[in-house]
């Protein structure tokens, strides 16, 4: 069994900063991506930022300049740095994982997901 545990959500102003952290545990042989997604009621999940066990990153566009995703492989942990914050990064916000269980599948695991809410 695999967890991904979030935290750093909440409400911020706009213009303010917020810090997401997301730890993997469990059965975990290795872990080949981990990224952020946000959803909005009404819409598809959509990806906001990923990073690769080599430290590759991609990012939305409506997020590059403003948020940095980063990621300590010895802690199976990924952060999303988010700053300059907009009302319409309200979303929830969910952890993602790309990884090799110990018992060699390899599959897509999400955590439950972390509000954020930026106030204008």
């Known amino acids: 069994q695999v967890q991904l545990v979030e935290s750093g959500g909440g409400l911020v102003q706009a213009g303010g900063s917020l810090r997401l952290s997301c730890t993997a545990s469990?059965?975990?042989?290795?872990?080949?991506?981990m990224g952020w997604y946000r959803q909005v009621p009404g819409k598809q999940r959509e990806l906001v930022a990923r990073i690769t066990s080599g430290g590759s990153t991609n990012y939305a566009d409506s997020v590059k300049g403003r948020f940095t995703i980063s990621r300590d492989n010895a802690k199976n942990t990924v952060y999303l740095q988010m700053n300059s914050l907009k009302p319409e990064d309200t979303a929830v916000y969910y952890c993602n994982a790309h990884l090799t269980d110990r018992g060699y599948y390899t599959y897509d695991w999400w955590g439950q997901g972390t509000q954020v809410t930026v106030s204008s």
């Open positions: 469990g059965s975990i042989f290795s872990i080949n991506a």
